[in-house]
């Protein structure tokens, strides 16, 4: 049977049916636009070690672009219908709770929020989302002491409330041990010019990898498998719709409030007419970087992978992200220099699929 036969045979099936038979190539081609991004990441810093921001906002931005692309063109051959959409927000959440060490009033909530929407032909919409916390450091790493208010955060989840976005808002997670839904993100700290780094593409070496929130860090999966498994709905945890997420103040909502500030970050970065990152502009990540979004939507039913961002920012808010897309930005731009936007926010992947309704 040729490749022409075997992929015409595959059209039309369920979509975890489809990801599961081609993980391997979702999965190498996420690892490509990875080590694409950790490369950027590396030329923009000078060849000097990228920082955390410096990493994620390659990822939101660098990798999405490319990734877009390739699982762009994968999905609609199959006849499912793909967008993906990332904004990088410098300001990050911050939350405050109980008996938290006296020398810090807040902590981080996390770096980079990753959400997959998957929309059956005949079923609900599916929605999985993982939160990740940022670290550049070995592929063993133990967490310093002066963190472990970050590191309780994760592992035994206390009721908290936001000391930036919806500032003196409550959230509860359950249950109150670590889970699937947050994790740490390991960034590898060699240089690309050393093979062992996984930035050069060398079989068994990774760039990026997913730890289990412990005093001592470990990675057992890397970054692109919980890409690729964010989308057959094993990696990450469930988020519920909008309306019934906010009648609690759980896990779902939390996901809500993080998906809007992130989707308003790059809304406001539009509607002030800044886009792309000034040309020119090198070193660590800064506010020259914050709000900056890609959004890819493959030709199809656009209306139902732009679904979330339609629920935050409605119909206008969609067209203005999502026309322009990665095109160059309109020709009346504001002088070049430094965008300011005071609002905190989480950097976001999202990523939204739909079964093409059949002729």
């Avoid at 049916?17 to 590396?42: K, T």
């Avoid at 929309?119 to 133990?142: F, G, M, S, Y």
């Avoid at 963190?147 to 976005?165: G, K």
């Avoid at 240089?191 to 060398?202: E, F």
């Amino acid at each position: 049977m040729s490749i022409t036969q075997k992929r015409h045979g595959m059209v039309g099936l369920p979509f975890h049916a489809l990801v599961g038979l081609q993980h391997e190539i979702l999965a190498q081609m996420a690892e490509r636009a990875i080590i694409y991004a950790v490369q950027a990441a590396w030329l923009r810093c000078n060849q000097q070690p990228p920082e955390e921001p410096d990493v994620v906002a390659a990822l939101t931005v660098d990798m999405t672009r490319m990734l877009g692309t390739h699982w762009g063109s994968f999905f609609e051959q199959f006849g499912i219908c793909f967008s993906l959409f990332g904004v990088y927000c410098h300001q990050r959440p911050k939350v405050t709770y109980a008996n938290m060490p006296s020398h810090h009033d807040s902590c981080e909530l996390g770096d980079l929020l990753i959400v997959h929407c998957h929309h059956p032909r005949h079923a609900p919409t599916e929605r999985t989302a993982i939160l990740l916390q940022a670290k550049v450091r070995p592929d063993h790493h133990r967490i310093a002491s002066d963190d472990y208010h970050q590191l309780r955060l994760y592992e035994q989840w206390p009721e908290f409330s936001y000391t930036t976005i919806l500032r003196g808002i409550s959230r509860d997670i359950t249950p109150k041990h670590a889970h699937a839904g947050a994790q740490f993100l390991l960034i590898d700290e060699r240089p690309p010019w050393d093979i062992s780094s996984g930035i050069g593409g060398w079989p068994g070496a990774f760039p990026l990898g997913i730890a289990i929130p412990a005093p001592i860090l470990s990675i057992y999966r890397p970054f692109q498998l919980c890409l690729t498994e964010m989308l057959l709905g094993v990696a990450g945890r469930p988020v519920k719709d909008k309306q019934e997420a906010y009648e609690g103040s759980g896990w779902s909502a939390m996901v809500w409030d993080l998906l809007q500030s992130a989707v308003e970050k790059a809304f406001n970065r539009r509607h002030a007419g800044y886009h792309k990152q000034p040309r020119g502009i090198f070193g660590s990540a800064s506010n020259h970087s914050d709000g900056q979004f890609m959004a890819f939507c493959t030709p199809g039913e656009t209306r139902q992978v732009s679904s979330t961002i339609r629920r935050i920012l409605g119909e206008g808010g969609v067209g203005m992200l999502y026309t322009t897309g990665d095109a160059e930005p309109p020709t009346e731009l504001p002088p070049e220099g430094e965008y300011h936007d005071q609002q905190s926010g989480i950097s976001l992947i999202l990523i939204e699929t739909a079964e093409m309704n059949s002729e």
